[in-house]
């Protein structure tokens, strides 16, 4: 199976940098995903990693290390607007088809 | 283009009634996923289909059950409510339907139905 782990809650301050972890157990996978949901909406897809290494989006970056089977999530110079749960999620290669499993999930406060 | 649908939005039932929710996938996507969300449990596999088949298919009872249409349209039908199947229920649509890389595992979310069970 696989389990992806993450903290539950995380608070910062506007202007700050913030990073969220993702831990996991997975049998093998194509690549880690990261998916931003505010409350009340629906989840939408921020970041990939399909290599191990940072990829960067604006101020979002994503790291993955498959080694260390982590990964974790950047979000620089925060804004209220980036107050809402963040989610990890991974691609099983041997589960076929489109099936996501999603971390638990870590609800983001920016704070003034 | 158009994103995801779903409807209804939102959905008040009874215990032992039966529901059925409707997806419209984004145009060209033939890959359509359910999950449900609760505060518990998190985001959870439903299904998934492609081409008008079942690909894939997560830990819940016989009660869940889906299909899609060959307009790639999909709907899922819970029978015999029970009170913890209230949640949200959530859709999503992709464009590649096998392999690795970006656009496979892009995903994208439709706003869900809010499924209350009295």
């Known amino acids: 199976g696989q389990s992806l782990e993450q903290p539950s809650e995380v608070t910062a301050v506007e202007g700050a940098i913030v990073q969220i972890n993702c831990t996991y157990q997975?049998?093998?996978?194509?690549?880690l995903s990261w998916y931003q949901q505010h409350d009340g909406g629906a989840p939408t897809f921020l970041s990939y990693?399909?290599?191990?290494g940072l990829e960067e989006t604006g101020r979002f970056s994503s790291f993955l290390s498959r080694s260390d089977s982590y990964g974790y999530l950047l979000l620089q110079e925060l804004q209220m607007k980036d107050s809402a749960s963040y989610f990890c999620?991974?691609?099983?290669?041997?589960?076929?088809?489109?099936?996501?499993?999603f971390g638990t999930g870590t609800q983001l406060k920016v704070e003034l | 283009k158009a994103g995801v649908t779903q409807t209804p939005r939102y959905l008040i039932k009874t215990r032992g009634q039966q529901v059925t929710l409707s997806c419209s996938p984004i145009s060209g996507h033939r890959s359509v996923s359910w999950y449900q969300q609760t505060p518990g449990q998190g985001l959870q596999f439903l299904f998934e289909?492609?081409?008008?088949?079942?690909?894939n298919k997560g830990n819940f009872p016989g009660r869940f059950s889906g299909r899609q249409f060959s307009n790639s349209r999909s709907e899922m039908n819970v029978s015999t409510l029970e009170l913890g199947d209230s949640a949200l229920y959530l859709c999503?649509?992709?464009?590649?339907?096998?392999?690795?890389?970006?656009?496979?595992?892009?995903?994208?979310f439709g706003p869900g139905t809010r499924l209350t069970v009295l």
């Open positions: 289909y492609f081409s008008e088949t079942q690909r």
């Open positions: 990693n399909a290599l191990d």
């Open positions: 997975t049998s093998g996978f194509y690549g």
């Open positions: 999503a649509s992709s464009l590649a339907d096998r392999g690795p890389g970006l656009s496979t595992d892009t995903q994208y």
């Open positions: 999620a991974v691609r099983s290669i041997t589960g076929g088809g489109n099936k996501l499993t």
